[in-house]
């Protein structure tokens, strides 16, 4: 039985977004299935807010098409389908959170307003009633700014780094609210951040975009299999381990002037009798795998001896 083709929540095709003499974004292709968790990742400037605000529909790109589940960007139907949280959303600080709820119901056009006690429910902010935005930490903020996103029961978030600023609870509390929110009720999430490792705890696949140009895009399955495994070896002397691994072939990274990593198997008995001729002793041995950091920086332009 052939398996149904899962539609595409976001589609961009040669998107570009051009500032007088620079482009942010350059012939940009994005592709988000429906029930992904999709990380966007990149440098200050590498052009992911512009892209994001572009698929938003904030922004008009100067080039290029989106798409949203097959359907143009324009089309207003469609646009009911997303909600949005981008850079620090407009709160009214004298007011609670449910108080703004409904303010940014009524906006939309909403008239039914028992959702909001339910998305509140669902953001962890149903138990506050009296007290005002002013009185809220950043973490209860940001979570209150998805809670607007989510009015209207949308099938796909865009977050521009909803972690960003928070503490080391709030970074859990926000990783289990998205994985929730995919999970159990299903929705598609595009969401970027600078934090890596906390990043990597969420998304099943990846777009990496820099100086405006998507890179490449993978699975988060595919990424870890081609993770390569190491050995970090700290001696007495790395001039000596680097020209003893010249010698052998072996690819390998300086990290420190007596630190190497090397992206082999390494018979250590050999290493060692090799590095004897140098009297260079071995220190410490460390096998390792490579992360998305590591990845990520190798990606765009890491320096290895290969």
């Not at 949280?85 to 008239?111: C, D």
Request: glycine share 8%; proline share 3%.
């Amino acid at each position: 039985m052939e398996k149904t083709k899962k539609i595409l929540a976001v589609e961009t095709t040669s998107l570009t977004k051009q500032y007088k003499d620079k482009a942010a974004v350059k012939q940009l292709n994005l592709k988000v299935q429906e029930g992904e968790i999709y990380g966007f990742i990149g440098r200050n400037g590498a052009g992911k807010s512009t892209t994001l605000k572009m698929i938003s529909g904030l922004i008009t790109p100067t080039e290029g098409e989106i798409k949203l589940f097959g359907k143009p960007i324009n089309d207003p139907i469609i646009r009911r389908r997303i909600g949005v949280l981008i850079e620090s959303t407009g709160f009214y600080p004298n007011l609670t959170a449910k108080q703004n709820m409904i303010m940014k119901a009524k906006l939309m056009g909403l008239t039914d307003y028992s959702s909001v006690e339910h998305v509140l429910q669902i953001t962890g902010l149903i138990n506050i009633e009296k007290k005002q935005i002013k009185h809220f930490s950043m973490g209860m903020k940001q979570r209150l700014g998805i809670a607007l996103a989510l009015l209207g029961n949308p099938d796909l978030l865009i977050l521009d780094e909803p972690i960003n600023g928070l503490d080391p609870q709030g970074i859990i509390e926000m990783r289990q609210l998205l994985l929730n929110l995919n999970q159990q009720y299903g929705i598609t999430i595009l969401v970027s951040s600078h934090i890596l490792d906390e990043l990597s705890r969420l998304a099943t696949h990846y777009g990496f975009i820099d100086n405006g140009k998507m890179i490449k895009e993978i699975s988060a399955s595919d990424l870890e299999n081609s993770f390569r495994k190491s050995v970090r070896i700290e001696v007495t002397d790395g001039k000596a381990l680097a020209a003893v691994l010249e010698q052998t072939g072996q690819p390998y990274k300086i990290l420190a002037p007596n630190v190497i990593e090397v992206y082999n198997r390494v018979n250590i008995s050999h290493l060692t009798a090799d590095l004897e001729k140098y009297q260079c002793d071995v220190l410490s041995i460390q096998e390792r795998e490579e992360n998305l950091e590591n990845y990520y920086v190798n990606l765009i332009g890491g320096i290895s001896h290969e």
